[in-house]
């Protein structure tokens, strides 16, 4: 499989880490329409929607929504169709990390400008798109196995839970729990599966494991909050949840209130607000023809039951308000270049 973009930007040249060229402003782009494709409707890019759609409305853009459900081919015509209604720029959260490159080779000949987030491309995808908008996922799975091992005494059996085969999710974060595991030998990853973000497939997979490995099972380390859900209710109809450690990542609601609650060991805060709601900020800049970053890349804060109250009271406590203030932060974060504080 091709390395992703991220990895080749991370350690290619220096140029690849600065400033995209910028375009001259046009006066017909001040109300852009920006074409926007997901990958599924999952707890995350439901969240992310919001930012995004109150980011355009800050700027006076219109953004025109579109989800894949999990199919390459959907992705594929809903580019085309944003392509055809010629929108001022296309955003694209990818079903796969591989695919689209004709698509986005297309928009750019188009002279639609195409920024890529939540997960990493291919480079043959990525080197016609303007910016990446998204998270190292890498280090997301490395904290995930971190916080398991230190909970389990670096000894035991583990099994993973992960992302759609195939997407750049699922590829760094699965690396990052596998660098840790490397180096922890007196723990065995007794079995690794897909559960393709989703509760629902999560709690059937995690219901197997039980029963195939039972008290072999040192910890859970899903690779998603909503995979970790599940999970958790598997061990609660055993009587273990809260036993067993699981972990997660993206920070949504029911997983913070699970790491409050202690069923969940830690999660990796992806704010799906703020980095949809920026890669919407950075295809409005674009067409704007301000500068934007190349890579715009979230280091995900690690919550645990010591900090969870501060992000939770944050992002659903006091919802109305981050949402409020959520443009002139992705503005200050894009300016400063440190994109996921909040």
Not at 112 to 120: F, M, S, Y
Not at 330 to 339: E, P
Request: glycine share 8%; hydrophobic share 45%.
């Amino acid at each position: 499989m091709a390395k992703t973009a991220l990895r080749t930007i991370l350690l290619g040249c220096a140029a690849a880490l600065g400033l995209a060229a910028s375009r001259p402003a046009l006066a017909d782009k001040a109300h852009p329409v920006i074409g926007f494709t997901v990958y599924d409707m999952s707890s995350f890019i439901a969240l992310g929607k919001s930012g995004a759609q109150t980011v355009a409305d800050a700027n006076g853009a219109k953004l025109l929504w579109g989800s894949a459900h999990m199919d390459v081919n959907t992705q594929i015509s809903q580019i085309q169709q944003f392509i055809n209604q010629k929108v001022d720029a296309i955003v694209i959260a990818a079903v796969n990390s591989s695919t689209l490159g004709p698509q986005v080779e297309a928009a750019k000949a188009a002279g639609i400008p195409v920024i890529i987030t939540n997960l990493t491309v291919s480079d043959a995808v990525m080197k016609n798109a303007v910016s990446y908008v998204g998270p190292d996922d890498v280090k997301a799975g490395e904290n995930e196995a971190i916080h398991v091992m230190d909970a389990i005494g670096h000894k035991g059996g583990v099994v993973v839970l992960q992302g759609p085969l195939g997407q750049s999710g699922e590829i760094d974060r699965t690396k990052g729990i596998k660098n840790i595991l490397a180096k922890n030998p007196d723990v065995k990853l007794l079995a690794i599966q897909p559960a393709n973000w989703k509760r629902t497939e999560a709690y059937s997979v995690a219901q197997d494991f039980l029963s195939r490995y039972g008290s072999q099972i040192s910890a859970f380390i899903p690779e998603n909050d909503d995979m970790a859900i599940g999970a958790i209710q598997a061990l609660r109809e055993k009587g273990l949840a809260g036993k067993i450690p699981v972990v997660g990542t993206d920070g949504i609601k029911d997983g913070m209130r699970a790491v409050r609650a202690g069923t969940e060991l830690e999660t990796n805060l992806q704010d799906a607000l703020l980095e949809l709601g920026m890669a919407m900020q950075v295809a409005i800049d674009q067409v704007q023809g301000r500068q934007v970053p190349k890579l715009a890349m979230f280091i995900m804060p690690q919550i645990t039951k010591d900090n969870v109250g501060h992000y939770y009271d944050q992002m659903y406590v006091h919802p109305d308000k981050f949402t409020q203030d959520l443009p002139a932060l992705i503005k200050k974060n894009l300016a400063a270049g440190t994109y996921a504080d909040q």
